[in-house]
């Protein structure tokens, strides 16, 4: 069993960075990959990027691709979402994932098997 912990969300004005944190526990070699998603109240959980955790081949949403980036560090034990020029529409629940099964950098909510408890970013006009 893989626990994930959600850290480093906050309010930020627009145009300011923050960078969400992901740490894991428990085997790691049931993680393949790591992926960032968000959430706003009535709507789906929308993906944001996922990275392969054994490489760095990376991917990310249109909405946020060259503003965001996805790292983890060389123990894979952490996974990081760094964003920047965060814009009023980032604001959401961003939540981190481990899929277990596909080794890619993997899109769909359905590929991920582990979820993090979620950290709030806001930010303002």
């Known amino acids: 069993q893989v626990t994930l912990v959600n850290s480093g969300g906050g309010l930020v004005q627009a145009g300011g960075s923050l960078r969400l944190s992901c740490a894991a526990s428990?085997?790691?070699?049931?993680?393949?990959?790591m992926g960032w998603f968000r959430q706003t109240p009535g709507k789906d959980r929308e993906f944001v990027g996922a990275i392969a955790w054994g490489g760095s081949s990376t991917a990310y949403a249109d909405s946020v691709n060259g503003r965001f980036t996805i790292s983890r560090d060389n123990a894979k034990t952490t996974g990081y979402l760094h964003m920047n020029n965060l814009k009023p529409e980032d604001t959401a629940m961003y939540y981190c994932?481990?899929?277990?099964?596909?080794?890619?950098?993997?899109?769909?909510?359905?590929?991920?098997?582990?979820w993090g408890q979620g950290t709030q970013v806001t930010v303002s006009s």
């Open positions: 428990g085997p790691p070699f049931m993680i393949l990959a």
């Open positions: 994932a481990a899929s277990r099964r596909s080794a890619r950098p993997v899109r769909e909510i359905g590929e991920y098997d582990f």
